[in-house]
Each structure stands twice: as C-alpha cells, then as structure tokens.
C-alpha cells in the first residue's frame, strides 16, 4: 500500500513539472512572435473632407426643387438670410421664419417649432417638421416630412 502512494505522489508532481514547463514554453513563444509584428505607418485621423450644404440637404427639399447653398442653424428664434439656405432648428422650441427671401428648406428638431413662410408672393418653403409640431403653427410652408 506505501508503493501506491508513493508512485501517485510522483504522478503528481511530474504532471504539475510538464504543466509549467508548457505555459513557459507557450509565454516564450508568444513573446518571440509579437516581438517581430511590425504595424506599418498610417494616414488615419489625417484626411479632412469639407462637407457641402448640399450633402447635408433632406431628399424632401431636393425633389421640391430647392437646391440650398448656405446653412442658418440656431436655437429660440431662427430667420432666414437669403435665397435657397438649409434652415436648421434645434430640440427645443424654435420659431423658425423666412422673411421673404425666396425658397428654402426649413428642418425643425424635435420641439414644437412653429414655421412662418415668406409672404404668399414668394411662398413655396418646404418644412419637415416634428410628430410635436401642431398645424396652426404652420403658416405659409408645404410639409415636406413630419420626423419623430
């Protein structure tokens, strides 16, 4: 019975003697092959691109016709500067106006904004407006969208 515990003991340690060897083996090797892992020189966080207002423009300003070259953004009250602008509000409560300038594409945010168009001579401003936004606030602007 001693020769049992005796040859188990050994069995033991011998397996515990291989186990370390081979994690030492593995972490040495490891070692060797990230060593010699070259990463080659990048451009990333370089290249700047400007972005037209045309980019930005919604697909419902476009098929209305409404082909914009500046951007108004802003909060509280937001007007208009000039012919054919992208008119951007913000999430509170915008009132958002064209005085008279020509056609333009007015985008709410997410608030109960309230629209004024130009004057009927020079109406046909598109709106997209949000699900908040009540019609009685909507005066002078075809609804081009209502957004969530």
Known sequence: MRRRRHTSRRRTGLFGLVLVVAVGFGFVTTQAFTASNTVPA??????????????????????????????VAG??????????????????????????????????GAGADAFNGPAPSGGGDICIVSAATLGTKIKKCAIGATRP
């Open 75 to 108: 909060t509280g009250t937001i007007n208009s500067t000039a012919a054919s602008q992208l008119v951007l509000g913000s999430s509170a409560n915008d009132t958002i106006t064209d005085p008279s300038f020509g056609l333009n594409c007015m985008v709410g």
């Open 42 to 71: 990048t451009n990333i966080g370089t290249f700047t691109q400007a972005i037209t207002p045309s980019q930005l423009e919604p697909a419902e300003c476009i098929s209305g016709g409404i082909t914009v070259t500046s951007i």
